[in-house]
């Protein structure tokens, strides 16, 4: 028996007077607290939302990443009713930027996302994220009882499950994938496509987003290791896998209260009143290459120079919120907005009037609703995008916006009756700005309450509630 499958030599209290059978341990990069004002809450996000609830009453563990030096290494959670608890390791710089920076945010995510011209491989990256991987799954074993769930999540974390199977090959494990999963011959360019797949089989339930991730994962699995599958079914080493989608959705309760605040529509009404156009359009992302920012701003540079009876009438607000900034072709695309920004707006202002409105900070969720309440239109145009939470905020949140939506995001597969575009293409997203404008108010009306219904199925907590339903029927 491993150490800590005994009660008595468990490390971490505030659980273990608690606990009862089928806990729940968490596995995922960023821990689900912040502190505000010398106060551990619940950090801005679906998941800590989805699963701090979940936790909360099945009592179990969190295991992250330590995200600065002052981040206690273990923490009971709530401090007031600790119901389970927070274990945190701790990374080197050198370790973070190998395994962080490099492994996940150099080599999958730009893999994932069909962005090649942004990866940078290195032995030593997947050398640190099999170390990082084990060190995460020491930090699991550390408190880990039989019969508890482990659940996983996203590409920070392929090699885990393996691991953890291989010391406990009756764990129950399941894993999230939260971004893109590329077609098998994108995904096979990954030296160690191999290896990061059989650390993923160490799963019991594998789940995406959509169908098509799932397929796309299925046939990597068949042709890069010969594995037999019978439907949503891998047969790997004497186990049977099953791999299943499940879109995630927001807190759509929270995002309408804030929403329909009176500070949110009264911040609405000022911001309206301090832009002065006839409309208003916004983008907000992570500024990353991933999101289509610079293409879709050359898109709407494209629509003032083609539309002329627009100018004075349209203000396009982006928000870019920084990330990765430390990884250099982030840095380069920070360059790049700025200046397309500089260029449009040097070229178009008139009198008070200047087309584009930039911000490039982070944002609370008051200020982002009170923007996603102003706006007649979102221009949502990922190259490519696992889900994409905004637009389902944005759609949460308005009660006249039209969405313009990238069709190779998650969201699209959900979410038809938005205005589908191809990022790519810059005269047809150019063209959506004028469609979005000029929809008549009855079939706006038409598209958003059929868009609100299929957002408020989705939600994040029937997203979590599914997840654990599928894992513990399995
Ligand atoms: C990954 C996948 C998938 C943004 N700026 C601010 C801010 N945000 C919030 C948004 C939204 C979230 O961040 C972004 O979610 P996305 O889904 O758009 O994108 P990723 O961060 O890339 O997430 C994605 C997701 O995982 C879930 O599975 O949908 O495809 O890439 O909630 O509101 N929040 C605050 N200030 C900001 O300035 N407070």
């Known amino acids: 028996m491993h150490p800590a499958q005994n009660e008595e030599c468990s490390t971490y209290g505030a659980t273990s007077s608690t606990a009862h059978r089928n806990r729940l341990i968490i596995v995922a990069n960023r821990a689900p607290v912040r502190l505000s004002q010398d106060k551990w809450v619940p950090a801005v996000g679906g998941l800590a939302t989805a699963l ?13 990443m330590a995200e600065n030096d002052e981040a206690p290494e273990t923490q009971h959670f709530p401090e007031e009713k600790p119901a389970f608890d927070i274990l945190r390791i701790q990374l080197s710089e050198q370790e973070k930027a190998d395994y962080y920076s490099g492994m996940a945010n150099q080599a999958i995510w730009p893999v994932a996302h069909y962005m090649i011209q942004h990866l940078q491989l290195k032995r030593s990256y997947f050398e640190t994220y099999e170390a990082i991987n084990k060190k995460f799954v020491d930090a699991v074993l550390s408190g880990y009882r039989e019969g508890d769930y482990i659940w996983l999540q ?13 010391i406990h090959p009756e764990a129950k494990i399941a894993h999230f994938w939260h971004i893109p999963w590329p077609a098998m011959e994108v995904f096979r360019i990954l030296p160690w496509a191999r290896e990061l797949i059989q650390g993923l089989l160490g799963s019991d339930l594998i789940g995406f987003h959509i169908e098509e991730y799932v397929e796309n994962f299925l046939d990597s699995v068949r042709v890069l290791l010969g594995a037999k599958i019978d439907g949503n079914i891998i047969f790997w080493q004497g186990r049977e896998i099953r791999v299943e989608a499940h879109p995630i959705g927001v807190d759509t309760a929270y995002f309408h209260k804030v929403a329909n605040s009176t500070t949110v529509k009264r911040d609405a009404d000022l911001l309206r009143s301090q832009v002065g156009t006839d ?4 983008g907000i992302d992570r500024l990353d290459y991933t999101k289509g920012v610079l293409s879709r701003l050359l898109a709407f540079e494209s629509f003032l120079q083609q539309y002329e009876e627009y100018h004075g009438r349209v203000t396009f607000y982006q928000v870019a919120t920084p990330s990765r900034t430390d990884v250099g072709s982030y840095q380069q695309l920070k360059r790049e907005v700025d200046e397309a920004v ?4 040097g070229a178009y202002t008139r009198g008070i009037w200047s087309p584009v409105r930039y911000a490039y900070r982070t944002f609370s969720q008051d200020e982002l609703c009170s923007i996603y309440r102003a706006a007649d239109a979102a221009l949502i145009t990922p190259l490519r995008d696992g889900m994409n939470l905004v637009t389902q905020e944005f759609i949460t949140a308005t009660d006249h916006g039209v969405l313009v939506l990238s069709e190779l995001t998650g969201a699209a597969h959900i979410l038809p009756e938005s205005v589908l575009v191809n990022p790519y293409d810059q005269e047809g997203v150019m063209n959506a700005i004028k469609i979005a404008l000029e929809l008549p108010d009855a079939e706006k009306k038409e598209r958003l309450s059929t868009l609100k219904e299929r957002v408020n199925r989705l939600d994040v907590h029937t997203w979590a509630d599914g997840f654990l339903k599928s894992m513990q029927e399995g």
């Open 154 to 166: 996203d590409y920070h974390l392929m090699l885990a499950p393996q691991q953890i199977r291989s």
């Open 342 to 345: 500089g260029r449009i707006n």
């Open 52 to 64: 701090l609830p979940v936790l909360e009453k099945q009592s179990g563990l969190w295991v992250s």
């Open 279 to 282: 409309f208003l359009v916004i």
